[in-house]
């Protein structure tokens, strides 16, 4: 027994020694945006750390990836340019320790296509060059001009153009990039962003006299952040602030911005931007606290990292102060709270994912199949792999499949290029038996009312129900004549259950705007819609206004009683009921082309309902025109009130259950 029990022992030590499968998961979620339905979604890592490199940095504050890879790294602590090779080697240092190559605080670094390197020397105010072996070339200290005037020149970023211009970011200053030609002659300043206008700014201009303005503050724009040039000569600024909007501009040589100031999703914190070699942009964001990834527009394509300033935690992020992108794609960021330099790699999915979206962007849609496929191998979740490969097969004119995939994607502008070629296709086979089916439903329609027609006259409906259809009817004649109409409304006793029934069928087709509007005009998930959400934000309005129309109304003598204004405002819905069902109809066999139909149904629609309801508040509580619109305008305010006190009593409401709630499981706990 002593036996088998010591081989028993022998055998579970074996088995503890041995080694566990190693489970390797990224510190960090990577998401991608989806433009369609202006959502992030989870997606597997895209890239992934492959190195945390460090050449004894004292304070990593910028750096600049060259043609040839090298990674160059400005070390403002050390007073120096640290150039490291592709896989994280040092190769060389850049500054000198006495004489007019020695640096102090540099804070920028750029090296030209010849190898030239400029450093924003901050400390000692001037642009010093470097070459290729770092012997120091040359100095620019603040140039010989009034223009400047008392400005101190301070550079702290910079790029070169292939003319040898430098465009210089100085610290703090709002006019924009300073440039300097060759000769270190100023150029004038370029690129500076627009003040942004606040409310209050408004109301002081509106208020305050001539006088009172000059002595006013005015408001100043933001400092540019940070600045990148990319192979076509375009620069790039980077500018904090302002909840994304103009955080990346593309500047050409006129300063005219490619992306009109549009507003960046994940650029509040911008730190940096690059650009790879297929024109895709990169950021590193302090206040989303990731690394994004941008297509040739600026429109958001993936986010992924981390930021966290007491991270020990290998490709986590401290506090980033510039980004790269080398020749095979990997970033590289400088962190001065790590005093590291972070290299991200693509992973095949994120490789195969951006092949593709890179071909795709240059419309060479046949060379992005392998690639699509390749990724929708991976992940068929994906919606931008049905993007893709919609557009691959409406370019191979499979236009079924590609109708399917624009719709898994959310795309309706491919969804639209693909119905009309099925409905063209569809027409040009069917084109007789279309008009031929037409005819014969106009004919019938024609002869079978004259058919009910004579039919009633012979067997007319019962006595008892002659005023309920008048009612029913009633909604199409108030419809044309409204005035007559709301007339007929007031002086009746309409029965409960015709007011219900009328209610119970503007409720249909509000169910059927949902659910059978063409995905065109309605491009949603039918599975996902909250049908109790939809049915009370189309109820709530119609509900707060027959309170707030019968509260005012009653106080500025209106003569309609409750059960009026309630039976006036289901009547007043008519022109929904009669609009949506040619809309729903045209909605399923309309393209995008032809959009500005529905859009006009809507529109007319929309104003035929607001005049419905000033009619039907004349009408019913007897106002003269000018006295209703001034009572509309009352109720439509008092509408608001009701909806501000409900939201506060709601939120106080919350707070008090959350409050008893946690009381409860305190008690529970302890």
Partial sequence: MKKWFSLLLVFMAVLTALPGTAMAKLPYMTAYYDPNQLSWFRIQPIYSPAGAFSADFGEPADLHVADDDRVYVADKKKDRIAVLSRYGKLLRIIGDAEGSGKLSGPEGVFVTPGNEVYVADSGNQRIAVFDENGRFRREYQKPDTPLLGSEHFVPVKLVVDRRGVMYIELNSSYQGLLRLNPKGEFMGYFGANKADQSMLNWLKKLVLNKEQMSKEKGALPKPITNVALDRDGFLYTATAGGEGKGAIRKLNAGGVDGFKNKTLENGHGIVDVAIDPEGFLYNVDLDSMRINIYDRSGQAMFEFGDVDKETQQYGVLGFP????????????????????????????FGSSVLQALGLYADGKYEES???????????????????????????????????????????????????????????????????????ALLLAVYF??????????????????????????????????????????????????????????????????VYLTGFLFHPVDLSEVNLVKELALFALPWVTWIIANYLVCSIKDGEGRFREVIQGSVYALSPYVFFSVPTILL???????EAVIIHALNVVMTVWLLAMFI??????????????????????????????????VFGLSYNLYDFFYELYKEVNIH
């Fill in 587 to 593: 909605s399923n066999i309309a393209s995008l082309d």
């Fill in 369 to 439: 199949k392998p690639y699509w496929e390749a990724v929708y191998a991976r992940n068929d979740m994906y919606n931008g792999t049905f993007q893709g490969l919609g557009k691959v097969y409406l370019h191979e004119d499979r236009n079924d499949e590609a109708l399917s995939y624009m719709k898994a994607a959310f795309d309706t502008d491919g969804y639209s290029k693909a119905f009309w070629q099925i409905r063209m296709d569809w027409l040009q086979r069917h084109f007789v038996a279309l008009v031929t089916s037409l005819i």
């Fill in 448 to 513: 079978g009312r004259r058919a009910v027609r004579a039919y009633l006259v012979r067997h007319p409906f019962p006595v008892s129900w002659k005023d309920p259809l008048a009612y029913i009817r009633n909604l199409g004649y108030v419809l044309i004549h409204p005035y007559e109409g709301f007339y007929k409304i007031k002086e009746a006793r309409i029965p409960a259950w015709i007011t219900l029934f009328l209610l119970c069928l503007v409720i249909g087709i509000k169910l059927c705007r």
């Fill in 321 to 348: 102060t510039g980004i790269g992108i080398d020749s095979q794609h990997a970033i590289w960021i400088s962190d001065s709270a790590t005093n590291t330099v972070h290299k991200y790699v693509r992973t095949a």
């Fill in 615 to 648: 009619v039907m508040t004349q009408v019913i509580h007897n106002f003269e025109f000018l006295e209703t619109l001034k009572n509309s305008a009352i109720s439509v305010f008092t509408i608001l009130t009701i909806w501000l006190f409900g939201f506060i």
